[in-house]
Structure formats: C-alpha cells, structure tokens
C-alpha cells in the first residue's frame, strides 16, 4: 500500500489551457474524493465517486470541470479553459465504504497545486 | 450540512497536553465525529473518530461529550511536529455518508 498517489505535484499553466490531474488511490478502496483548497482555507468539496459511478457533485464543479474514474480505480479531473481563480491545491482523497458501521475514514493524497498565470 | 465550531488558534507548550475543543451540536445520532489535521503544504492527515464512546489510538485521544454537542481532541504530549491546523468535522446532516465537511480548523502552534 503506497497511499494515495497524485500527479502532477505542482502546474503551472497559461489563463485559458487545459489540465488534467491523475489520482491513484488505494487499491482496496472503492471510494474517491476531489477536493479543492485555496490558501488560508479548509478544504472544498468537489465531487466523489463510488467505484465508477460519481454519486455527488459540488455547485463548485462549474460546466469546466470534469471527473472521471472510468474503471473505477484512478480518477482524473479536468480542468477546461483554466481561470486565475482555478489557483489552488487539488486534494484527492479514497475509503473503504463497506456501509455496515457508518464510519468513513478517508486517506488524502498530497495534493496538486495548480498555479494559472 | 452538520456545522462545526472550533477556536481559530491555540498555543501549546512542546510536551504538554493539548486540547483541542469542537462544537457540533447539530450533528446527527448516527454521524461519527473525525479529526483531521494538515501540516502546510501536505494532504490532511487522518486522527480519529468517535461516534458515541471516547476513542484513543496512537496518535490522540477523542473525548465525546454524552449529548454528543461537542468533543475535544486530546494530543497527550505535544510536540512542535504537532504544529498543524486540526480539523474537526462530520459529514453533512441526514442519511448521507459522503462526503466530509471542513471548517476553517484550529491553528495549533507548539512553542519549546
């Protein structure tokens, strides 16, 4: 078990390019969670997923954001036409969810910060 | 959402206790209470949780009040690693077990 991976660790884009983040989570889980976080902020969420089914998504997931998790093992999230405002740390998170005792205990990667010049 | 309460900062002596209080008084009956903490620039770090029963693991312990309005999380012996901001938090009110809520988390600084 290496954790949950993320990459890139850091981009640094041009106002209008697209990105796209990669996150590897533990392989036992078959929850995963995108979350945003800007400085000086508690983490955001943006959307999770339960095996290759996304279940929720945030107001905060605007029509240039997109996630997939396609075989229900990594996930990606998109960024389109990036804006200034899109600045900031991408956390992806996973979990076991077995449902019988309620507990949903998450494990977050590093994170991907994101810098749009 | 279950909203969640906690002091913006804290001080804490390296080697003392640290407590670290949290108000949740709108959580639900069958929603657990974690703690998180995130050290700058690293992913937040998983604590404990507690549902009803105080909780204690390698790392802290977890005191729930009995109406379950509020919890304190306890750090036996601090030390300037424990520098962090803590997040306390549950899901969102009702049945949903998704996703996590954060707050703005409590600076916790360790001074020597």
């Known amino acids: 078990d290496t954790g949950v991976s993320q990459n890139p660790r850091h981009k640094i884009t041009k106002r209008g390019q697209n990105v796209t983040f990669r996150c590897d989570p533990i392989s036992e889980h078959n929850r995963l969670y995108w979350y945003r976080q800007t400085l000086g902020q508690g983490p955001e969420f943006l959307t999770y997923f339960q095996n290759e089914a996304q279940l929720e998504k945030s107001r905060l997931l605007s029509d240039r954001f997109s996630a997939e998790r396609p075989k229900g093992s990594f996930s990606t999230l998109e960024i389109q036409r990036t804006e200034q405002g899109d600045s900031a740390m991408y956390l992806c998170?996973?979990?076991?969810?077995?449902?019988?005792?309620?507990?949903?205990?998450?494990?977050f990667g590093a994170g991907s910060r994101l810098t749009v010049l | 959402d279950a909203k969640t309460t906690q002091p913006t900062s804290m001080d804490c002596a390296e080697g003392r206790a640290a407590n670290l209080p949290c108000n949740h008084s709108t959580i639900s009956g069958n929603e657990y209470v974690y703690w998180y903490r995130q050290i700058h620039s690293q992913g937040p770090q998983y604590i404990i949780h507690g549902l009803k029963n105080n909780e204690t693991n390698e790392m802290a312990s977890l005191i729930i009040t009995e109406d379950r309005k509020s919890s304190t999380l306890i750090l036996p012996h601090a030390t300037l690693r424990d520098t962090a901001v803590y997040y306390c938090?549950?899901?969102?009110?009702?049945?949903?077990?998704?996703?996590?809520?954060f707050g703005q988390g409590t600076i916790l600084t360790v001074h020597p």
């Open positions: 938090m549950g899901p969102p009110g009702g049945t949903s077990y998704g996703k996590l809520t």
């Open positions: 998170a996973s979990s076991l969810w077995t449902g019988a005792t309620g507990a949903n205990v998450l494990t």
